[in-house]
């Protein structure tokens, strides 16, 4: 039902589903529960200020459990933001994602300016409450959009007036601004009908033309190489380069009723589908002229970089670097002066490149440290690095 990638550096893939949350840290090889999240999960978002560690997901299906949780430490736990009836869907602003929309099936639009601390609703003349995707405008935090079974509306002011720009009796099942031109954004179509597609605006919603039909469209995306994929809950993934020629790439795709679409940022010919049997990837050979290069290895070290704040009281940023030309197995744990570990902060594969990682001033059981001089080794095959952090009470 959803499928999450980080934004713009290396990182896992998450994937949603009616039994709870996942993620991978090997391109979808293996997965591990995401605890806490044994809810439906239909959306996730990324605060790439802290290396993407802080992670928001939409979970629950009508319990009192449903509700926008949010994690600080790239999904090993989890905390609840907002408590939502039927969460549907994220939308964060890239350059300040503080602000945050949430989307319920039945409830409408909250927003928040606090990275989820506070929420506040935004649903004046929303007249469809129902709502199933978002899309918000890279450079404009008050542009956004809302996907409703009645159509697309958009704001100019940040939730607070709604305007129905295109009227539709069918599902608004997704919605992409494009990446290149914020004036113009598609929108797929899917209720089983004839008039189910693809539709682009290129005059911010005020004027729609069909580029596609196609029956249940779910999903669509634009890669960084402009290749366009199409996505059907009965036809399974279509490819076109100008958005004019359409070829299916369902070669391998056991399972065509697919949900969800999603690229990776740092390999723009891969893309990921979430259907009804879990998550396929497919690698795009056609994509560009030439095929790309491949990614030059990361020199073959690991290196802890100064925490901040240091001192620090509640919380503390270590960002650290691995190297290598594929992911490995990490460790990053606290020690007392004594040398007696104290917390485990990472222990899986880890995808080269720099990283970030939070420590909370707690042990493995979740208690207060005194305050003192801790600690912090980073163990990587047989390379190591070591900090000092100065925890003040």
Request: proline residues 6%; contains cysteine; glycine residues 10%.
């Amino acid at each position: 039902m959803a499928i999450g990638t980080y934004p713009e550096i290396s990182g896992p893939i998450f994937a949603g589903t009616e039994r709870g949350g996942y993620r991978s840290f090997n391109e979808g090889e293996e997965w591990d529960t995401l605890e806490c999240l044994g809810l439906p999960v239909y959306g996730f978002g990324f605060d790439p200020r802290f290396d993407c560690i802080v992670v928001y997901g939409a979970c629950g299906h009508g319990s009192r459990s449903d509700g926008i949780y949010k994690s600080t430490n790239g999904g090993d736990n989890w905390r609840v933001s907002l408590w939502l009836f039927y969460p549907s869907c994220l939308a964060i602003y890239p350059r300040n994602p503080s602000f945050i929309y949430a989307g319920s099936f039945i409830e409408g639009v909250a927003k928040t300016t606090q990275a989820g601390t506070s929420w506040s609703w935004v649903n004046q003349n929303l007249t469809d409450s129902s709502v199933w995707c978002l899309a918000i405008s890279p450079q404009d935090s008050n542009l956004i959009y809302a996907g409703t079974p009645s159509g697309v509306y958009r704001s100019d002011n940040g939730g607070k007036d709604w305007n129905l720009c295109l009227g539709s009796p069918i599902n608004v099942t997704s919605l992409l601004i494009d990446p290149d031109t914020t004036n113009i954004i598609y929108a797929t179509m899917g209720a089983g009908s004839y008039s189910d597609g693809l539709y682009k605006s290129r005059d911010r919603g005020e004027n729609w033309t069909v580029i596609e039909w196609m029956l249940k469209a779910s999903s669509f995306q634009i890669s960084s190489l402009r290749v366009m994929y199409l996505a059907s809950l009965e036809w399974g993934v279509a490819r076109s380069p100008d958005g004019k020629s359409w070829t299916f790439i369902n070669d391998g795709l056991s399972n065509t009723n697919v949900h969800c679409l999603a690229l990776d940022y740092q390999d723009p010919r891969l893309i990921y589908a979430g259907t009804d049997q879990g998550v396929w990837s497919y690698t795009d050979t056609l994509a560009g002229v030439t095929q790309p290069p491949a990614p030059h290895p990361y020199p073959n070290r690991c290196e802890l970089f100064a925490n901040y704040p240091n001192p620090f009281n509640s919380y503390t940023q270590i960002p650290y670097y691995l190297g290598g030309s594929h992911p490995r197995r990490t460790e990053i744990s606290i020690f007392n002066i004594f040398g007696g570990k104290v917390r485990t902060l990472l222990d899986r594969n880890q995808r080269p490149g720099r990283h970030t990682i939070l420590w909370d001033g707690k042990d493995e059981e979740g208690h207060d440290l005194p305050s003192g001089i801790y600690l912090c080794q980073m163990r990587s095959k047989k390379l190591t690095s070591t900090g000092k952090l100065v925890l003040i009470r």
